[in-house]
């Protein structure tokens, strides 16, 4: 079992920055592939980032692709997402979610592939 908690989220104008982390408990860490998700109102969940269980490895969706960047500090637990530019259409809450597959690939873009979930940040870019 893993326990998840984002925090960094806030209201911020167009063009800002943000860093959102999410501090993991339980179970070690290292063996868990990590992903940020967000959804917005009346939207479905979306992929984000994803990093692997060394940090090695990283995949973003092709929105938010140049402006955010994934990182992990496995000596902290923690798993961040800095986020640069912001726009209004990043509007969302934003989930962490951990992986307890032994593998990292492509699939790790899609929240089935996730097994915990965090309770969500909520980031608000105003125009």
């Known amino acids: 079992q893993v326990q998840l908690a984002e925090s960094g989220g806030g209201l911020v104008q167009a063009g800002g920055s943000l860093r959102l982390s999410c501090a993991a408990s339980?179970?070690?860490?290292?063996?868990?592939?990590m992903g940020w998700f967000r959804q917005a109102p009346g939207k479905e969940r979306e992929f984000v980032a994803a990093?692997?269980?060394?940090?090695?490895?990283?995949y973003y969706a092709n929105s938010v692709k140049g402006r955010f960047t994934i990182s992990r500090d496995n000596a902290k637990n923690t798993v961040y997402l800095q986020m640069n530019s912001l726009q209004p259409d990043d509007t969302a809450v934003y989930h962490c979610a951990a992986d307890s597959s032994s593998y990292f690939s492509s699939h790790s873009t899609t929240s089935s592939e996730y097994d915990y979930w965090g309770q969500g940040t909520q980031v608000t870019v105003s125009s």
């Open positions: 339980g179970r070690t860490f290292s063996n868990y592939a």
């Open positions: 990093i692997s269980f060394s940090g090695r490895n990283t």
